[in-house]
Nanobody, 126 residues
Framework: VQLQASGGGLVQSGGSLRLSCAVS????????IGWFRQAPEKEREFVVA????????YYADSVKGRFTISRDNAKNTVYLQMNSLKPEDTAVYYC????????????????????WGKGTQVTVSS
């Protein structure tokens, strides 16, 4: 499975961006997809995840109400709509795939992902 994140860029505080995660390789629809981010000198952290069906999601408290995840299994793509961006959202954003859904603690742990993509930089200026 290969994942490619795109859509990052520079945006002012309060602005919006939409990230995409294109997935190729094995059957996309069997995998749950998560977004993670890593700011300079910080640990990689969980942002949001969506189940293979799109019927379940988990959000980190820091992004609830501002970020929305969705997926289009026909296009093998997961989207992350980010609104009301803040400078503290500045990070490299990564998408990852897991064939295990579990509870939110599994995703918060970060380490259990099966596949990772290369990241895309998001910079929010104040």
């Amino acid at each position: 499975v290969q994942l490619q994140a795109s859509g990052g860029g520079l945006v002012q505080s309060g602005g919006s961006l939409r990230l995409s995660c294109a997935v190729s390789g094995r059957t996309f629809s069997r995998y749950h997809i998560g977004w993670f981010r890593q700011a300079p000198e910080k640990e990689r952290e969980f942002v949001v995840a969506i189940s293979w069906s799109g019927g379940s999601t988990y959000y980190a408290d820091s992004v609830k109400g501002r970020f929305t995840i969705s997926r289009d299994n026909a296009k093998n793509t997961v989207y992350l709509q980010m609104n009301s961006l803040k400078p503290e959202d500045t990070a490299v954003y990564y998408c990852a795939a897991s064939d295990y859904w579990g509870d939110v603690k599994f995703w918060l742990a970060v380490r259990g992902m099966d596949y990772w993509g290369k990241g895309t930089q998001v910079t929010v200026s104040s």
